[in-house]
Every structure is written in structure tokens, then in C-alpha cells.
């Protein structure tokens, strides 16, 4: 009278469910680009062939991190608050400023007056360099010569210090994993 129950197919499409469907809806989001990993950088990163090397140019700080910044020819209110936003952010690195060095490049056009304000060490650009750097952004060089992130130009006193904080929060980032420099 017991007879015994027959296992259907059931369960096992159930089972076989549970350990696809997760598979395929990963590879769906994958596909679709939907998901955007957890980046925390607000600079821009550079492709790592970047380097001094690469755009012939010979590193006036090898071994050292650095920040650089092309003075432009004309010297606007925009350039001065970049000027006063490097200096700032020297300074907040607090006791890792020493790790790190403001270079100021200059073409044979720079507005040099625009210097007389702050104290920033001065490096001849390379032709390659200046069109990097052409549209007044600033870029973070790892100790090993490569150009590692760059910031564009923003406009407004508020955006100029946003982005300086952006800027020494991603130092300190870098400055804390590096193992060199």
C-alpha cells in the first residue's frame, strides 16, 4: 500500500537554478557594463607608459614623488589660484610634505612675474611635456619618473579647492602604499 515517491526532475532544475543563475546574471552585468568598480581616485588616471622618459624629458627629482604644473603664459586669476592651491597642498600633507615636490615647468613664454608670490622649484618643459600638460591641469609623478593622475582645469575659486583636496587625499593614498620614494 506504501508505495515509495518518485523523485522528479523537479529538485533537480531547482539546484541547477540556484548555482546558474547567478553565473548568468553576472556575466549579463559584465557585458552590459553596468557595474563601475569602486574607484576612489577623483583624479584622472594616466595610461602608465606615461613617463619622463616617454616624453623626453629628464626627471629633476628621480626617486621622489612630485606635482607638477605648467605656468602658462598669461598668468590669470585662474592660474594664481592653482599656484595658491599647490602651495596649500604641500602644505596639508602635513608631515609627508618632505616625500613630495612642487615643480612649476615653464615654457620659454611662462609668465615668471606670477611666481614672485610663492616659492616653487622651476624645471625646463620638453616639447612632449607641453602638449601633456597644455591646458593648465596638474599631474602627480611617482617616484619612478611616470605620470600618474592628472587634474583638469576647473573654474571657480570653490571647484579649485575641492579639487585640491581631491588631490592631496589621493597623494596620501599613494604616499601610503608606496614603497618607494
Not at 563601475?36 to 613617463?51: D, I, M, Q, V
Not at 610663492?118 to 602638449?131: D, Q
Not at 605620470?147 to 573654474?155: A, D, E, F, I, T
Not at 579649485?160 to 608606496?178: A, C, F, H, P, Y
Amino acid at each position: 500500500m506504501n508505495s515509495p515517491k518518485k523523485s522528479g526532475a523537479k529538485p533537480l532544475i531547482i539546484l541547477l537554478l540556484v548555482f546558474l543563475l547567478p553565473v548568468v546574471a553576472a556575466k549579463i552585468v559584465l557585458s552590459m557594463n553596468l557595474y563601475h568598480g569602486g574607484a576612489t581616485n577623483k583624479g584622472e588616471l594616466l595610461s602608465p607608459e606615461t613617463s619622463y622618459a616617454s616624453l623626453a624629458m629628464e626627471n629633476p627629482r628621480p626617486h621622489e614623488w612630485q606635482i607638477l604644473y605648467l605656468l602658462p603664459s598669461d598668468c590669470d586669476a585662474l592660474c594664481l589660484d592653482r599656484l595658491y592651491i599647490l602651495k596649500q597642498s604641500h602644505i596639508a600633507l602635513g608631515r609627508e610634505q618632505n616625500r613630495v615636490h612642487t615643480m612649476i615647468l615653464l615654457t620659454e613664454s611662462s609668465d615668471i612675474s606670477a611666481l614672485k608670490l610663492h616659492s616653487f622649484e622651476t624645471v625646463k618643459a620638453s616639447t612632449a611635456m607641453i602638449n601633456i600638460l597644455n591646458d593648465q591641469q596638474m599631474v602627480i609623478v611617482d617616484p619612478l619618473g611616470s605620470l600618474v593622475m592628472r587634474y583638469s582645469k576647473v573654474s571657480g575659486r570653490a571647484k579649485q579647492i575641492l579639487q585640491g583636496k581631491s588631490l592631496v587625499s589621493d597623494l596620501r593614498k599613494m604616499l601610503k602604499l608606496s614603497r618607494v620614494g
